[in-house]
């Protein structure tokens, strides 16, 4: 009898194993040319936008204009984006919300609960009843 | 001259009083190319095996010459039909090119105008030079490594398996999977944002288009999706874009092809061992069997082992609603598998085919890849095991 083979879908990446991509692919900020919360992130712009991203030569950084609150957003490799509004920050403070964006996988948030997340079985096994020794097997 | 110069679309791409300067640059071009590489061993790539000894005659050259390129960086530039070449200074513009070419850890020698020609594919009927050549080269290194690695660690797989493991690793979708995990965003190239973009700006986007189907003197005819209704009259014909995932595995085969021209051998296995094989598939899995311990039967016979027979191993609940029993499949006194189950012939059937698993994913401890002693000499090859084949019932 021929074997026939089940088609169980792709290869499941494993980001980090082999190389490591950035989820982080895009950051865009947003600034008002008028707002008074904007000023923070205008200083921003001007003055360390350059170094972040020398930086992080991986993300993609979209400078943009529109009236109302500035904002950074960013684009990850599942899809997803975050936004976080920086208005009335000051640089520094932005500075701190872009590098928690860059480092962000875009995954929502979840709480964890177990100090190791594995898609591996366990390598000692699961402990099974049945293949107890004799003189050990519980019995009813 | 009587050359006509064809452009992409068929038509031609340049009036008469322009055909006379293209002809005689390119007439140079060919010239330069021969003066320079004269020795075939200098260049990567060479047309199939046909080397042209003597200077072409221009008024009988054809457009489409088998000369050979001028340097490793002139990739498919013997097939460019009309197509222009993609400028370096130009293309680093593009931030999220940039953004690209980082994040894949690629090298200074990786010039930005590859991966840019790495992200056009062919249907998307540009003005430049598209990957369809660098794509092909990718994908025969992709395959071959990842097949290296598969019948190398796992001499026993059967075929079938063999070919789900290799379209799991390198199929369509799993590349599709790869490109969008490094980032590439696609663009169809008749959107109407994507019209009022430049050139530059299109750049870092994966373009694509319509299939040809067939190619007339001066038409194309696409490749249309037909949707009938229950009658068989046509209710609807649209002209159907490559498939996503098909030019997304054409933009990763080819950042493989050019990171084989521009870095090596070493440097393109690497990559492939990085980005590609690091993902992870579960070979047990794809197992199905039909008639397990019949097929351990033969293959007991075959392997001259005593022939299996199952026996209980422990067991719990018989006569109760859910009844456990485990049971081990023996040649003489050796078990060759055991499994679990809700009835004894469950358990027999996972029993035996526990023990086929065992014997098809049989992995030698010093795993010899062929491709290990390449470029160097002091490497003595060992070869590998490899196995007489699957069980014939």
């Known amino acids: 009898m021929p074997i026939n083979a089940v088609r169980r879908g792709i290869a499941e990446a494993r980001n980090g194993v082999g190389a490591f991509v950035l989820p982080c692919k895009r950051l865009t900020f947003r600034y008002c040319n008028w707002g008074a919360s904007s000023v923070g992130?205008?200083?921003?712009?001007?003055?360390?936008?350059?170094?972040?991203?020398?930086?992080?030569?991986?993300?993609?950084?979209?400078?943009?204009?529109?009236?109302g609150q500035p904002v950074i957003i960013g684009d990850y490799m599942n899809g997803r984006q975050k936004v976080i509004c920086v208005g009335n920050m000051r640089p520094h403070e932005i500075d701190e919300k872009a590098k928690l964006l860059s480092d962000a996988s875009g995954n929502k948030l979840k709480k964890v609960t177990q100090p190791v997340q594995s898609i591996n079985e366990s390598p000692r096994g699961i402990w099974s009843p049945f293949h107890e020794l004799e003189q050990f097997r519980h019995r009813i | 001259m009587s050359l006509r110069i064809v452009g992409a679309t068929g038509r031609r791409c340049c009036s008469q009083a322009e055909s006379g300067v293209r002809l005689l640059s390119l007439q140079n071009a060919v010239q330069q190319a021969f003066r320079i590489n004269n020795h075939m061993s200098s260049c990567n790539l060479h047309y199939g095996n046909r080397f042209m000894t003597s200077m072409p005659d221009p008024a009988t050259w054809k457009f489409r010459s088998k000369a050979l390129p001028a340097t490793v960086s002139d990739l498919g530039s013997i097939r460019l039909q009309g197509k222009r070449e993609l400028v370096e200074e130009i293309v680093r513009q593009n931030p999220a090119l940039v953004a690209l070419h980082a994040r894949l850890n690629l090298p200074e020698s990786f010039p930005f105008k590859t991966l840019a020609r790495a992200l056009i594919c062919r249907t998307a009927n540009s003005d430049y030079v598209d990957n369809r050549e660098l794509a092909e080269l990718g994908s025969r290194y992709l395959e071959y490594y990842v097949?290296?690695?598969?019948?190398?660690?796992?001499?026993?797989?059967?075929?079938?398996?063999?070919?789900?493991?290799?379209?799991?690793?390198?199929?369509?979708?799993?590349?599709?999977?790869?490109?969008?995990?490094?980032?590439?965003?696609?663009?169809?190239?008749?959107?109407?944002?994507?019209?009022?973009?430049?050139?530059?700006?299109?750049?870092?986007?994966?373009?694509?288009?319509?299939?040809?189907?067939?190619?007339?003197?001066?038409?194309?005819?696409?490749?249309?999706?037909?949707?009938?209704?229950?009658?068989?009259?046509?209710?609807?014909?649209?002209?159907?874009?490559?498939f996503y995932n098909d030019a997304m595995s054409d933009f990763v085969r080819s950042v493989i092809g050019g990171i084989h021209v521009h870095e090596g051998r070493d440097a393109c296995k690497l990559f492939i061992e990085e980005h590609i094989m690091s993902r992870y598939v579960n070979i047990s899995r794809l197992f199905r069997f039909v008639q397990p311990t019949r097929e351990l039967s033969r293959l007991c016979w075959r392997e001259n082992l005593q022939p299996p027979v199952s026996r209980m191993i422990s067991e719990t609940g018989r006569q109760s609603r859910s009844p456990v029993y485990i049971v081990g499949v023996y040649s003489g006194s050796n078990l060759l598998g055991s499994g679990e189950g809700a009835s004894i012939k469950e358990a027999e059937t996972r029993a035996a085919i526990n023990a086929l698993k065992s014997w098809y994913l049989y992995s030698p401890s010093k795993v010899m890849f062929p491709s290990n002693t390449e470029g160097d000499p002091s490497r003595k090859f060992v070869p590998s095991h490899i196995d007489q084949g699957q069980v014939i019932v």
């Open chain 1, 41 to 67: 992130m205008r200083e921003y712009l001007h003055e360390h936008l350059k170094a972040f991203s020398d930086k992080n030569k991986c993300i993609e950084m979209v400078v943009t204009k529109k009236r």
């Open chain 2, 147 to 242: 097949a290296e690695w598969m019948v190398c660690t796992y001499p026993r797989l059967p075929m079938e398996v063999i070919g789900e493991i290799l379209w799991a690793y390198t199929g369509p979708n799993a590349l599709a999977s790869v490109g969008g995990s490094w980032g590439v965003e696609a663009l169809r190239g008749y959107g109407k944002d994507e019209a009022n973009m430049s050139m530059v700006d299109k750049m870092g986007f994966l373009k694509f288009g319509r299939v040809v189907k067939k190619k007339a003197a001066n038409l194309k005819e696409y490749r249309e999706d037909v949707k009938l209704n229950s009658d068989g009259k046509v209710i609807s014909l649209k002209e159907s874009a490559q």
